[in-house]
């Protein structure tokens, strides 16, 4: 039964939706994968076939996602496992960053799954199953980077709409799994793939000492396997009751369990504060 699921994989001529696209295939799953461009697909992976269909698609036009889920139907007649994976890196300090170059990656990485996930839900709704991922980061669960604040704001972003979703797709029989990778050794630090501030601002030191980092300290030595994280995805779609939040890698962890133990001491050090706004019977 596992081996006839239909997968719809968003970013997926590069990095980790590739890496998942090609296993998925070897595993003799049929995959559905997109790209902003189709050859590109087709010359990583290989041409349109009965397991494989190639879909060039724009994530941030409603129509033209609509077009590649409708189109995956048709080829396929079926959805389910969607995995909202494209997306990229904004670096740059909130004040250094254009209008243009924050909207743009919130098109891409939220407004872009959003995308998705309208067009798909009707097909899973009224199968009565199926199983979403949405990719955030570990950036959408702690944002204290300098320099990142914008690209862990559209991650936060997306665990905000997926704890939702979780609780509007239960009732149909459809799982949803909000996934917060770590640092993972793929090209999304590369050029190309990262993008960096148009217009920097010299007096940012910890922002350039972070980005700098980033680009030619983590980039290339990233901790955790991508063909790894591809075998999760599949134990996870393989479930009965799959995690709604999933930590990936012990990065992960790491940084989370910062996040917590400082939010579990702001708590308890402001408790008599905090509780002080109530109405006195």
């Avoid at 048709?74 to 990229?88: E, M, P, Q, T």
């Avoid at 204290?144 to 991650?155: H, L, Q, R």
């Avoid at 000492?209 to 994280?229: C, R, W, Y």
């Avoid at 990936?248 to 402001?270: F, P, R, S």
Wanted: proline share 4%; net charge negative; charged share 20%.
């Amino acid at each position: 039964m596992n081996t006839k699921k239909v997968w719809f994989v968003t970013g997926a001529s590069k990095g980790l939706g590739l890496t998942l696209t090609k296993k998925l295939l070897a595993q003799g799953f049929s995959v559905a994968a997109t790209s902003r461009s189709k050859m590109s697909l087709i010359e990583e992976i290989g041409e349109e076939n009965k397991t494989f269909l190639p879909i060039e698609m724009d994530l941030t036009e409603n129509q033209k996602v609509k077009d590649g889920i409708d189109a995956t139907i048709s080829h396929f007649g079926r959805i389910d496992v969607l995995v909202n994976n494209a997306g990229y890196s904004q670096i740059g300090t909130l004040e250094e960053l254009s209008e243009k170059e924050v909207e743009t990656n919130f098109n891409v990485n939220v407004f872009g799954s959003l995308n998705v996930i309208r067009n798909a839900s009707p097909y899973l709704r009224k199968q009565q199953s199926g199983h979403i991922f949405n990719l955030s980061s570990i950036g959408g669960y702690t944002g204290n980077f300098a320099g990142f604040g914008i690209y862990c704001s559209t991650k936060f972003a997306v665990a905000g709409f997926t704890e939702a979703l979780a609780e509007e797709m239960k009732p149909f029989g459809v799982n949803t799994t909000l996934v917060y990778p770590g640092y993972f050794r793929t090209n999304f630090l590369s050029e190309g793939s990262v993008q960096t501030p148009a217009n920097p601002i010299e007096d940012y030191k910890a922002a350039r000492e972070m980005e700098l980092a980033h680009i030619n300290d983590i980039n290339g030595n990233q901790p955790n396997d991508p063909e790894k994280a591809a075998d999760v995805f599949i134990a996870l779609s393989q479930q009965e009751n799959p995690p709604v939040h999933f930590f990936m890698g012990e990065d992960a962890y790491h940084y989370a369990n910062l996040k917590i133990e400082t939010i579990q001491k702001a708590m308890e050090e402001n408790q008599v504060l905090g509780n002080s706004t109530g109405f006195i019977n």
